[in-house]
């Protein structure tokens, strides 16, 4: 069974830009959770999605959002890049009833 | 307050000895779960036990087991026979009630030595 694989897997942005990061989840999973992990702060939770419904959203700025598509795969867009967005941007997905999120390699991006 | 707490920062350990990884919790909700996650330098997430607010018994999961003590709220991961593949940084990480998001404690970097 394939894992859960996140593109690209490294990026280089400069401050004011937008990403799109993506997220295909391990076949039969529906939820999709992202989390982002920086030295300073840790790994903190950024918003997971369910069928393609967004059911939970920690404290983050409106510049970071989400989607998920009618196959699971899911999307986060960060708009107007600060330096704070460099970081490892992980994303998480687990059966509808099971209790284990299994994680992707990540993104790491790098903000400049 | 710190709802993952993982005191030690780091851990130094010798190959084929034992060693437990500390973790305590913080939470109000009778249902929660508790997680075990490994992270080696190349950044993945690799998921390695888990402890349900219910289970009675203490999980294990090969060389991995987690000491469960509910009453003091510490959930301590133990690793036996340790391998030069257990270097990582490792993350104790808790679920609340029915909500699937992960809150992470700041981890322990284990460094196993020849």
């Known amino acids: 069974k394939a894992g859960v694989t996140q593109t690209p897997r490294y990026l280089i942005k400069t401050r004011g830009q937008q990403v799109t990061l993506s997220c295909s989840p391990i076949?039969?999973?529906?939820?999709v959770s992202w989390y982002q992990q920086t030295p300073g702060q840790g790994l903190q939770f950024l918003f997971e999605?369910?069928?393609?419904?967004?059911?939970n959203k920690g404290n983050f700025p409106g510049r970071f959002s989400g989607r998920q598509f009618s196959n699971s795969r899911s999307e986060m867009n960060v708009s107007t890049l600060e330096l704070g967005d460099s970081a490892l941007y992980l994303c998480?997905?687990?059966?509808?009833?099971?209790?284990?999120?299994?994680f992707g390699p990540g993104t790491r991006l790098l903000v400049l | 307050a710190q709802k993952i707490t993982q005191t030690q920062p780091g851990m130094f350990v010798q190959e084929k000895e034992a060693v437990t990884l500390d973790c305590t919790y913080d939470t109000s909700d009778p249902s929660y779960g508790l997680f075990w996650y490994k992270q080696p330098s190349s950044g993945e997430m690799i998921f390695l036990i888990y402890q349900g607010s219910y289970d009675q018994q203490n999980a294990t999961e090969g060389r991995y087991s987690l000491n469960f003590q509910k009453a003091r709220k510490s959930a301590n991961l133990v690793i036996s026979a340790s391998q030069l593949g257990d270097s990582a940084m490792y993350f104790c990480?808790?679920?609340?009630?029915?909500?699937?998001?992960?809150?992470f404690g700041k981890g322990t970097m284990l460094l196993v030595s020849p």
């Open positions: 076949s039969g999973h529906r939820s």
């Open positions: 990480a808790m679920r609340e009630g029915g909500y699937s998001t992960l809150t």
């Open positions: 999605y369910f069928s393609e419904t967004q059911r």
């Open positions: 998480a997905t687990k059966r509808e009833n099971g209790e284990t999120q299994y």
